[in-house]
């Protein structure tokens, strides 16, 4: 109970970062919105996909790679230090690559406001900054400072807050905000530097040793790949409606898109699960990585589950209350891409990476990339000549249907390596009772509130309806009640 506990406030604590890191460019996002024609945000939204589909190609696997290796290797200040070596080289190496191709890609996918086309090279450093900084939030973690990296994660955050206020107020054009984000993004490189220094200290070992860097880079290739994979599979979508649709039209579908930041939950599971199954599958502990893969499913569901229900019943409401009526018919493309919510409740590549099976988990995002890419064109193209008021939302339904196809073969793959049955892998009858649950507390919340007006007063009134129903039903089954006790109190100790 007590490593339990103990796994929860560390996912607790990684997750406040990650909440204030995804909470930061929502508030961007609907800020800039707000000042911005709709021609200049789809250019903003490109450019910010486009940096988000390149970052984790020139990662190369190493923060996940980190992850694994830090727990094994003795000397852990030598394995930083190749691992910032190789990440810098890399992040010189995208750099350079935009600086010379930037003017064309941008012409390629028409990125371009009434000024004129968008210019890359203010947003250079910021992308540097991503590529290099991608081991201080692993190595923090690993190091057991994860306190460090919630409170790094929240300063970065408001900053980059500050920035769109500030360039709101002044009218900024995106180009400006694009240099200011490249400001905050080099000082927060500096900053983690530093603290990564300090977590790993003066006993842990000589900075130069070449032991291992074969096997780590050799390890870090498999996971490079699915994480590229995985990456374009991500944007695919956003690139199809580049080319098939304006880029106003790729401003609405950018605010429909807007990932729910549920991502966080996964993102700190993922960096505490990852060394423990690491762990756990090296002295063949197969049942306790399985047992500990459904706790953390448990835990999860609990918040995506609800949260599932609630925002597909008040979409409409969360569309207008965080961006204007502008975007209303946001809410449509944000529906679709909510059926991929409940997937979200386990993490299942990260698994297969902690037991040394990353190639399987790149395989299905090949898989993944390739039926969402096909789908996309399919759908948008067919969609254009039949239905073409319901066009936009061809690339969403592709990415959902190809989302659902990838999680069955994952499933099934850490079901085989674990040896486990499917009936046995996931918490069937508890997923059911939280859905039927959720489901009944959303109808009531939508029923509720019967008035029209302001959309933060419709999601407030119907989050407190939805939020007491909940409660009650989940504080009438006993062991719903005695996991909500443990969360409280895991959450209490953080």
């Known amino acids: 109970m007590a490593a ?14 990650r909440a204030a890191s995804t909470v930061s460019i929502i508030a961007v996002n609907a800020i800039l919105a707000s000042s911005w024609e709709q021609a200049e945000f789809g250019a903003f939204g490109a450019i910010w996909v486009l940096a988000n589909t390149l970052v984790p190609i020139f990662l190369l696997g190493l923060p996940t790679s980190l992850l694994y290796f830090f727990p094994r290797r003795s000397n852990t200040s030598a394995l930083v230090a190749q691992t910032f070596l190789v990440l810098a080289i890399s992040g010189v190496a995208l750099v350079v690559l935009l600086w010379l191709t930037g003017a064309r890609l941008v012409d390629l996918l028409d990125i371009a406001t009434k000024g004129g086309r968008v210019d890359l090279l203010p947003f250079l450093p910021y992308i540097f900054s991503l590529v290099v900084g991608g081991l201080i939030e692993p190595v923090l973690i690993a190091a057991r400072r994860h306190n460090w990296q ?109 990932e729910v930041p549920v991502s966080l939950l996964l993102a700190a599971v993922v960096s505490v699960l990852v060394p423990e199954v690491s762990r756990l599958y090296k002295a063949g502990q197969l049942q306790e990585i399985a047992e500990l893969w459904r706790e953390a499913i448990t835990r999860l569901a609990l918040v995506v589950v609800p949260l599932f229900f609630f925002l597909f019943f008040f979409a409409g409401a969360v569309v207008l209350a965080v961006f ?17 919510l409940p997937l979200r409740i386990a993490v299942y590549n990260p698994l297969l990476v902690g037991m040394g099976k990353a190639r399987w988990a790149m395989w299905g995002s090949i898989g993944d990339l390739g039926l969402n890419l096909a789908l996309s064109i399919a759908l948008s193209y067919t969609l254009k000549i039949y239905l073409p008021q319901w066009a936009l939302v061809g690339p969403a339904l592709a990415t959902v249907i190809s989302t659902y196809v990838q999680v069955v073969f994952l499933v099934g793959m850490i079901s085989w390596h674990l040896k486990w049955r499917l009936a046995d892998l996931l918490p069937w009858t508890y997923l059911l009772r939280l859905c039927s649950f959720s489901l009944l507390a959303a109808l009531v919340a939508r029923f509720a509130v019967f008035w029209e007006g302001s959309a933060w007063l419709e999601l407030l009134g119907g989050g407190a309806v939805f939020g007491v129903v909940l409660a009650a039903l989940l504080w009438s089954n006993g062991q719903d009640r005695q996991a909500l006790r443990q969360i409280l109190r895991s959450l209490g100790k953080a």
């Not at 204007?324 to 991929?340: G, H, K, P």
Request: aromatic content about 12%; hydrophobic content about 55%.
């Open 324 to 340: 204007s009526d502008t975007y209303a018919d946001a809410q449509w493309i944000f529906r679709i891409f909510l059926l991929a």
């Open 150 to 258: 919630a409170v790094l994660a929240l300063i970065a955050s408001i900053a980059l807050v500050g920035v769109a206020i500030v360039g709101n107020v002044l009218a900024w054009s995106v180009g400006e905000v694009l240099a200011a984000f490249s400001v905050v993004g080099m000082v927060r490189l500096v900053v983690g530097s530093g603290l990564v220094v300090g977590a790993l200290g003066r006993s842990e070992g000589r900075w130069v040793d070449g032991q291992g860097f074969r096997s780590y880079l050799a390890y870090a290739l498999p996971i490079a790949g699915s994480d590229a994979v995985g990456s374009l599979s991500r944007y695919i979508d956003r690139y199809v409606v580049l080319f098939f649709f304006t880029i106003e039209e790729y401003g609405l579908y950018h605010v429909g898109a807007l």
């Open 4 to 17: 339990e506990d103990g796994l929860t406030r560390r996912i607790g604590i990684v997750a406040v970062g």
